[in-house]
């Protein structure tokens, strides 16, 4: 028997599994304030898994690292511009993480919700990043049929953002760097 960790439905907590980490969906350098070379297919989008954890992000990707190979970039609250409107405790923890390939692409952060608790499982959502606002609100738009819309697409400091359930269940993130 599973212990019980809060009354939350799994579609409400996946809602709020994030929001309070948008900035973990920023490219580690660009949160480290490193500025970020254009590279080809930057327009692009991609869609990536992103996975939270409960403080182990960073073995983790340094596990998946040891198999997939690749680089792994990762930056920790402490080192990012989130740092001022973080609690102490959680300054060690990682708000970006991401691990490039030639096979896969994975992204990640720990948990950063102090109010809430993870829950096995809800841990994972997909990842749409790049291209422009445009391009992700039309997205966004037809992924909003039917589905629970947490987080509005909209521009903030860093660009754009955006999270919701859709009417399957399944949650999207949506993150871009250029402005409207």
Request: hydrophobic share 40%; with cysteine.
């Amino acid at each position: 028997m599973m212990p019980k960790f809060t009354s939350l439905s799994r579609r409400k907590f996946v809602a709020i599994a994030v929001p309070a980490a948008a900035l973990a969906t920023l490219p580690a350098p660009s949160i480290a304030g490193a500025p970020i070379a254009p590279s080809q297919g930057e327009d692009m989008m991609t869609l990536t898994p992103y996975l939270l954890f409960e403080g182990t992000c960073h073995d983790a990707m340094e596990f998946y690292k040891s198999v997939f190979g690749g680089e792994l970039t990762s930056t920790k609250v402490k080192d990012s511009p989130a740092k001022d409107h973080m609690p102490a405790f959680q300054q060690d923890k990682t708000i970006n993480a991401r691990l490039r390939s030639s096979a896969i692409e994975i992204s990640a952060s720990d948990w950063l919700m102090p109010n809430r608790t993870p829950v096995r499982g809800n841990t994972v959502c997909l990842y749409l990043s790049g291209g422009t606002f445009e391009d992700l609100d039309s997205l966004f738009e037809k992924l909003s049929e039917g589905a629970d819309v947490t987080d509005p697409l909209r521009e903030m400091f860093f660009g754009a953002y955006g999270a919701l359930n859709d009417k399957f269940g399944v949650r999207w993130m949506f993150q871009s760097n250029k402005p409207s």
